[in-house]
């Protein structure tokens, strides 16, 4: 029965990362679309930072390796780990290079910084810090499982079920 729970709620989480990376994929690669086409043509972008293509790109690729991770999990190959994992940690350095953008940001906008800017800033810093708090514990998560495993669990699990009967 608990195992069951276990796998029904891993099953929903890699739905859930399946969602997640597929609208974060679609989203970080037409920002960077956009930001290599503003570039290549010379329009200036408002809040724009050096960083921002830099963000966009590993966004993207952080977010297509937990896509195709969480597929080859389902599936339980055995690569889907290391896959998973490298999404996790592209992802993680998105959010701390989206920090350091987000502080820029604010230092080219405002020639005065005033409270409600900084109140502003530390509400972003920490929605990023939360979203690595999150990354970093998938990353635990599955650095702990190993699909290989669960699919040599059910194949143990159907030789044994036939000897309980006789």
Do not use: C
């Amino acid at each position: 029965m608990e195992k069951t729970l276990q796998k029904k709620g891993e099953k929903i989480l890699i739905i859930t990362l399946f969602i997640l990376s597929l609208v974060q994929f679609a989203e970080s690669g037409t920002n960077s679309i956009h930001h290599i086409l503003a570039k290549f043509l010379r329009v200036s972008i408002e809040n724009f930072t050096f960083l921002d293509p830099i963000i966009s790109s590993i966004s993207a690729l952080g977010s297509a390796f937990v896509l195709f991770g969480s597929i080859l999990w389902w599936k339980s190959r055995p690569s889907s780990k290391i896959t998973l994992l490298t999404g996790f940690t592209f992802l993680i350095f998105k959010n701390i290079f989206d920090i350091f953008n987000q502080v820029l940001l604010v230092r080219e906008k405002y020639s005065l910084i005033t409270e409600k800017h900084l109140s502003t800033l530390t509400n972003d810093i920490m929605a990023n810090l939360i979203q690595i708090m999150l990354w970093v514990i998938l990353f635990i998560y599955f650095m702990r499982k190993n699909p290989s495993i669960q699919k040599q669990t059910k194949e143990i699990e159907k030789k044994e079920t036939p000897s309980t009967t006789e």
